[in-house]
Each structure stands twice: as structure tokens, then as C-alpha cells.
């Protein structure tokens, strides 16, 4: 996933997790991953070159990466419906 986010906007965007702690679950049992599991928010660092409106910007790696486990496949990113979008 970090790959894909470095290849489309140029820096590592800081990516945020919720819900259960990998190492609590049952794929997790006995891991030492304590990551969390649910995708909810990625965040984009840049600095601008004047007005944003411009759009002179520089992408900037996040210097907090991440929050989510690590494991392969712990991360779940559940679909909005469409009574959640407010």
C-alpha cells in the first residue's frame, strides 16, 4: 500500500489505522505486531510555493509513517455506504 501512495504522489503520505490491535485478533494470535487494523484516514504532507491555488507545491514524506500493523494482510479498508457519508 505505501508503495502504490509513494508512486502516485511522490512522498510517503502518512497513513492512519483504528479498530483492533493485530496481535489481539485471531490471525494476529502470538504476533508481535500491535498495529491496528482498519484503514481510516492517509494523510498528505506538501509545502506550497505561494497561494495552494497556484498549485507550487512540493509532496513531502510524513514524519509519523504510520500507525497499522504490518503484517501481510492485517489491514482491512471497509467500503462506505451510503448512509455514512454525511
Known sequence: MQTALIDGYGALPYIGCTGPRYNTTTEGAGSTDNGFTVLTEVWYNFHTFG??????????????????????????????????VQ
Open 51 to 84: 497561494k495552494p491555488q497556484r498549485g507550487a507545491w512540493k509532496p513531502l514524506d510524513a514524519t509519523y509513517k504510520t500507525n497499522c500493523a504490518k503484517a501481510e494482510g492485517a489491514i482491512k479498508y471497509y467500503e462506505r455506504t451510503e448512509t455514512s
